[in-house]
Nanobody
C-alpha cells in the first residue's frame, strides 16, 4: 500500500510559478509510475505529467515546455514545477501512483486515472 500527500498549491497570477510536491510512503519500491493529474469541477480528471521509475517522462500537450516533473527516489518525493501559469491551469491537482505497464518487452506508464491505484488528497491551484 502507498500513501501520497500533496502540498504546494495556492493562488498565483497568470505568468507566475508554483511548485507542487507529493510525499510518498509505504510500498514505493520496484517498477512504478507516479503522475500528476488535474481536475476542474464538473470535468474528468486528466493526466498532466507522468514519470516512470526508469526516468521516462510524459507530459500533456497543454503543459509541455511550461511544467517539469521530477522524482527524488531517495526522499520518495514527486515534484511538479509549474511555470508560465495560465488561467486554464486552475484546477485541483492530484498525485497518483501505479505499477508500470509491461508488454512485449516494452514498458510504459498508464495515462488513464482509472489505472492508478493510489491517490493523494489533492491540492488546489488557482491562476488569476
Amino acid at each position: 500500500h502507498v500513501q501520497l500527500v500533496e502540498s504546494g498549491g495556492g493562488s498565483v497570477q497568470a505568468g507566475g510559478s508554483l511548485r507542487l510536491s507529493c510525499a510518498a510512503s509505504g510500498n514505493t519500491y520496484g517498477n512504478f509510475c507516479m503522475g500528476w493529474f488535474h481536475q476542474v469541477s464538473g470535468k474528468e480528471r486528466e493526466a498532466v505529467a507522468e514519470i516512470d521509475s526508469d526516468g521516462s517522462i510524459n507530459y500533456a500537450d497543454s503543459v509541455t515546455g511550461r511544467f517539469t516533473v521530477s522524482l527524488d527516489s531517495v526522499k520518495n518525493t514527486l515534484w511538479l514545477q509549474m511555470n508560465s501559469l495560465k488561467s486554464e491551469d486552475t484546477a485541483m491537482y492530484y498525485c497518483a501512483a501505479s505499477q508500470v505497464v509491461k508488454y512485449g518487452g516494452r514498458r510504459w506508464c498508464p495515462s488513464r486515472p482509472t489505472d492508478f491505484a493510489y491517490w493523494g488528497q489533492g491540492t488546489q491551484v488557482t491562476v488569476s
